[in-house]
């Protein structure tokens, strides 16, 4: 079955750390890759997105995530974080033969960034 | 870009009834998508609806249980019938638009 993993669940850090928040998807063939992000009583956003081409990708505020086909990983970093970056972030799995929308999420990280 | 809103935002249920979630765009779209966030989990896809034709559901969710209406291209409600504790999540619509999945803010359920 499809699945998509979230290394960690909870995350607390100092402002200007860096942020590295891990995904995996158990899934054998082409798929689109999205991070999105929750902030505090606030709707889901999207962060970033990969469908294909330069593995490496730019989001939102100073966002980025790599895709690494051999690792079926798609990791989201962000060198130094803000006290805003407090969040709750999701990876998502939109595999291309499937129905746009039918996304699979994963579990959720919990990120909490401390004055 | 999609504007969600949803209808209502929180409800207190009791065990046995049911609710009806209504989902309302700012465009006219062509595919609307149901999700469940249960406390602690992932958000899982219910079932997406089209304009004029019956939503298709995924494995382990059932029209009679969740039945949903797609009267026009804006709007959409889901249903969640004869309700029990386990139901109690935050229910979200989405939309796809330019390629881009939009999430509506969601309505948080509890069934006591």
């Known amino acids: 079955a499809q699945s998509v993993s979230q290394h960690n669940h909870h995350v607390i850090l100092s402002e200007a750390a860096s942020l590295e928040l891990g995904c995996n998807y158990s899934?054998?063939?082409?798929?689109?890759l999205f991070w999105y992000v929750q902030y505090p009583g606030q709707h889901l956003q999207l962060l970033l997105k990969?469908?294909?081409?330069?593995?490496l990708v730019k989001g939102i505020k100073g966002f980025e995530a790599e895709f690494i086909k051999s690792k079926f990983s798609f990791n989201l970093r962000k060198p130094s974080v803000q006290w805003s970056d407090t969040a709750e972030y999701f990876c998502?799995?939109?595999?291309?033969?499937?129905?746009?929308?039918?996304?699979?999420f994963g579990a959720g990280t919990q990120v909490v960034v401390t004055p | 870009s999609a504007v969600i809103s949803q209808k209502p935002s929180r409800d207190i249920c009791q065990r046995g009834t049911s609710l009806t979630i209504q989902c309302q765009v700012d465009?006219?779209?062509?595919?609307m998508f149901w999700y469940r966030q249960q406390p602690g989990q992932s958000l899982t896809l219910i079932a997406t609806?089209?304009?004029?034709?019956?939503?298709?559901?995924e494995s382990g969710f059932v029209i009679d249980k969740f039945p949903i209406s797609r009267p026009n291209l804006t709007f959409s409600t889901l249903t969640v019938s004869n309700m029990s504790p386990e139901d109690s999540s935050i229910y979200l619509c989405?939309?796809?638009?330019?390629?881009?999945?939009?999430f509506g803010p969601g309505t948080r359920l509890t069934v006591l």
């Open positions: 609806a089209n304009q004029g034709s019956e939503a298709t559901y």
């Open positions: 899934y054998g063939g082409t798929v689109n």
């Open positions: 998502a799995v939109n595999p291309q033969l499937d129905s746009w929308g039918k996304f699979q």
């Open positions: 990969y469908f294909s081409g330069d593995p």
């Open positions: 465009s006219q779209v062509t595919m």
């Open positions: 989405s939309v796809e638009a330019q390629l881009e999945q939009f």
